[in-house]
């Protein structure tokens, strides 16, 4: 049974940072790219970052590129997502979720098949 499990969400002001994670099992991690999406209220899930496998190829939505960055530890079958210069707008559940197959990266939402139960962020103006 594939388990993944974020953490690090909270309250931050305008300009702060944050640094979620998200803990993976029950899959041979490190063959399977990992994605972050998040979903504000009213609003559909949207995809924020994903990096792959090997940890050496990432893309990021046009919306967080130079802000947000994501990075995995293959050792502690975790990935993370360090958010800088955070803005009210970015206030959601933020999601993690591994991608269906070995090999390959995208920023759709079909492609992910295993997500976790979401940690949510709110940025305050």
């Known amino acids: 049974q594939v388990q993944l499990v974020e953490s690090g969400g909270g309250t931050v002001q305008a300009g702060g940072s944050l640094r979620l994670s998200c803990a993976a099992s029950?899959?041979?991690?490190?063959?399977?790219?990992m994605g972050w999406f998040r979903q504000a209220p009213g609003k559909a899930r949207e995809f924020v970052a994903a990096?792959?496998?090997?940890?050496?190829?990432?893309i990021y939505a046009d919306s967080v590129k130079g802000r947000i960055t994501t990075s995995r530890d293959s050792a502690k079958n975790t990935v993370y997502l360090q958010m800088n210069s955070l803005k009210p707008e970015d206030t959601a559940v933020y999601y993690c979720?591994?991608?269906?197959?070995?090999?390959?990266?995208?920023?759709?939402?079909?492609?992910?098949?295993?997500w976790g139960q979401g940690t949510q962020v709110t940025v305050s103006s």
């Open positions: 979720a591994s991608y269906r197959i070995p090999i390959g990266i995208s920023g759709s939402l079909n492609d992910y098949d295993y």
């Open positions: 029950g899959r041979t991690f490190s063959k399977y790219s």
């Open positions: 990096i792959s496998w090997s940890g050496s190829y990432t």
